[in-house]
Structure formats: structure tokens, C-alpha cells
């Protein structure tokens, strides 16, 4: 089955304490990109992968780095998380081309405490 | 900077009226522009895909339309029904070499039965 895989999908941790998000897809898809959804804010882009070793930053990229050494996988690394990065975290992909749809995952909900 | 406006924010419609949701935006070098349903607690779910060199999109009950020129696109829901009730979002990929997207910040459906 096609999908765009997030894991985990719930994380509580606390301030400083480096995690991972990760983020598979099984298209071959060349496009990857990270966002955050908050209340009020809608959904912003974090970061963005055209394709392997081709990242660039989002409208949101401070505190998150990312990296696409295989172009399955596209992992949301927070260094040193703080709270004001509580939020709903969205995976996406989609092949190159104008008439290619976005395929999202299901999301990761992360609190930082 | 793309900026991407969804109104109304909120709608409540009786079963069975015909509706119309707009998404505005101000950078009209777009490559495409999507549409999607989010219901509560859950992932996107792609409904249609609007190229930036097209003027419309049909699937079963939705139409979308998409003027470049004036910045705008509308969803178009027939025959509404109480399974439609979700927030939808617009997403506007801009064209160029690196595709950004932005995202409206949705409008709430209500169905009444």
C-alpha cells in the first residue's frame, strides 16, 4: 500500500532533549517536506526536499534540521527542543511535475514540556 | 511572500444546499494549487488538484476553479451532505525551482441533517 509513514505518532518530552521524527514513503517520490499545524496558524512549512542531498527551508525553519541521504527517508531532527515547539507535525511527498498531489501522513502530535 | 486567505473561517449549511468555499492569494506565479478535507484529530486527505496552466478541476460532487489573474480559487460542493462536515484547506505551491507551499488556514464545514 502507498503510504507516507510518521513515527512516532505521540512523543511528551521535555526541554533539551534531542529527538527525531521520521518520515518514510514507499513512491519513490522526489519532493519531501515537513510541517507544523497550529491552532489559529493553520499549516506551515518547516522544510522542504526537492531530492536526495536538495533541502531548503521552509517559512518556519528555526530550531529543526532536517536531512535526505535516501530518498525514502526524510527525518525532522529538533536539536534542542523548547516548548513552543508543541505542535502537530506533518510529513509529505509527492513525484515532480505540476499535476502531482501531496500525499501526507497520518501526523506526529509532539508536547514539550 | 505568498499569503494564502480562506473565507469564511466557519460555515454551517443545511443537507442538500450547494456550496462555495473561497482561497485567496496574493503571488500569482503558482504551479498548482490543492485542495483538502481534514476531518478532526486526523491527516489530510487530497481532494483536487488544480495545475497552474488550468481552469478547473472536477471530481464526483467538488469542483474547483482556480484565476490566476485574480488570486483566487473556489471549491465548489453540490448537494452537500452531513459526511462532508470537516475543515477544508487550500495549499499554493509556488513555481520556480524551489517549490514552496503555503497553506490556507481552513474553513470549518458544518452539514446540518
Known amino acids: 500500500e502507498a503510504q507516507v509513514t510518521q513515527n512516532p505518532r505521540y512523543l511528551i518530552t521535555v526541554t533539551g532533549k534531542k529527538l527525531t521524527v521520521t518520515c518514510s514513503q514507499n513512491m519513490n517520490h522526489e519532493y519531501m517536506s515537513w510541517y507544523r499545524q497550529d491552532p489559529g496558524l493553520g499549516l506551515r512549512q518547516i522544510y522542504y526536499s526537492m531530492n536526495v542531498e536538495v533541502t531548503d527551508k521552509g517559512d518556519v525553519p528555526e530550531g529543526y534540521k532536517v536531512s535526505r541521504k535516501e530518498k525514502r527517508n526524510f527525518p525532522l531532527i529538533l536539536e534542542s527542543p523548547s516548548p513552543n515547539q508543541t505542535s502537530l507535525y506533518f510529513c509529505a511527498s509527492r513525484m515532480t511535475g505540476s499535476n502531482q498531489p501531496q500525499h501526507f501522513g497520518d501526523g506526529t502530535r509532539l508536547s514539550i514540556l | 511572500k505568498q499569503e494564502v486567505t480562506q473565507i469564511p473561517a466557519a460555515l454551517s449549511v443545511p443537507e442538500g444546499e450547494n456550496l462555495v468555499l473561497n482561497c485567496s492569494f496574493t503571488?500569482?506565479?503558482?504551479?498548482?494549487l490543492q485542495w483538502f478535507r481534514q476531518d478532526p484529530g486526523k491527516g489530510l486527505t487530497s481532494l483536487l488538484l488544480?495545475?497552474?496552466?488550468?481552469r478547473e478541476q472536477t471530481s464526483g460532487r467538488l469542483n474547483a476553479s482556480l484565476d490566476k489573474s485574480s488570486g483566487r480559487s473556489t471549491l465548489y460542493i453540490a448537494a452537500s451532505q452531513p459526511g462532508d462536515s470537516a475543515t477544508y484547506l487550500c495549499?499554493?505551491?509556488?513555481?520556480?525551482?524551489?517549490?514552496?507551499?503555503?497553506f490556507g488556514t481552513g474553513t470549518k464545514l458544518q452539514v446540518i441533517p
Open positions: 495549499a499554493v505551491s509556488n513555481s520556480g525551482g524551489y517549490q514552496k507551499v503555503t
Open positions: 488544480i495545475q497552474s496552466s488550468q
Open positions: 503571488d500569482s506565479a503558482i504551479y498548482n
